[in-house]
């Protein structure tokens, strides 16, 4: 199975950016469907972005499309989010996901392998 560390979480003020990493052992992520998710104080875990392992195909959250990115290194056994016009309202934990699928899936249950996690702050 994958093991899953993420990294480059941190405080940044609105209108920022960062750039998340997601760095995986164990496995190549080569065949791997890789996911973003999110989760707010309070609130349910959520679907950020996903990405194909076989055409690169995305599928975004509807609150970060055209904001945030998400990219993949096989080569490296990583997978990136970069966040861009970061918003107090995507201050959230953020893991990193993987599951063996064929097509971008949304829902957390789809994902048997979870990173720890990186806290996202963005100030007002």
């Known amino acids: 199975q994958v093991q899953l560390v993420e990294s480059g979480g941190g405080l940044v003020q609105a209108g920022g950016s960062l750039r998340l990493s997601c760095a995986a052992s164990g496995r190549s992520i080569r065949r791997y469907v890789m996911g973003w998710f999110r989760q707010a104080p309070g609130k349910e875990r959520e679907f950020v972005v996903g990405?194909?392992?076989?055409?690169?195909?995305?599928s975004y959250g509807d609150s970060v499309e055209g904001r945030f990115t998400i990219s993949r290194d096989n080569a490296k056994n990583t997978v990136y989010l970069q966040m861009n016009s970061l918003k107090p309202e995507d201050t959230a934990v953020y893991y990193c996901?993987?599951?063996?699928?064929?097509?971008?899936?949304?829902?957390?249950?789809?994902?048997?392998?979870w990173g720890q996690g990186t806290q996202v702050t963005v100030s007002s």
């Open positions: 990405i194909s392992w076989s055409d690169d195909t995305r």
């Open positions: 996901a993987a599951s063996n699928s064929l097509v971008v899936l949304t829902r957390r249950d789809e994902y048997p392998w």
